[in-house]
Nanobody, 119 residues
Framework: QVQLVESGGGLVQPGESLRLSCAAS????????MNWYRQAPGKERESVAT???????NYAESVKDRFTISRDNAKNMVYLQMNSLKVEDTARYYC?????????????WGQGTQVTVSP
């Protein structure tokens, strides 16, 4: 089995920064894409950022130039550096990893970490 655990969320004021982390543990051979999603109350879950196994990054327009995704393959971790946070960034943030295990690729999700941006 594979488990993902996020950390780093919290309450901040507009303009401040947070860094989210997500660690994968368990038995697997490799991790392909790593993603961050978010879901605000009453809204659908949306993709925030993706980083491929080759290190190619992709961002939602709403966070481009403010958020940076990175990964540490040796530690099986993905990070999301969030700068210049806005009230509208308030949401529960989830990491997702596409994990290769026993010749199959499966998406795994973390339980989420809350980010609240409030004056």
């Amino acid at each position: 089995q594979v488990q993902l655990v996020e950390s780093g969320g919290g309450l901040v004021q507009p303009g401040e920064s947070l860094r989210l982390s997500c660690a994968a543990s368990g038995s697997f051979s490799s991790i392909n894409d790593m993603n961050w999603y978010r879901q605000a109350p009453g809204k659908e879950r949306e993709s925030v950022a993706t980083i491929t196994s080759e290190g190619k990054e992709n961002y939602a327009e709403s966070v481009k130039d403010r958020f940076t995704i990175s990964r540490d393959n040796a530690k099986n971790m993905v990070y999301l550096q969030m700068n210049s946070l806005k009230v509208e960034d308030t949401a529960r943030y989830y990491c997702k990893m596409n994990v290769e295990r026993l010749f199959f690729r499966t998406d795994y999700w973390g339980q989420g970490t809350q980010v609240t941006v409030s004056p």
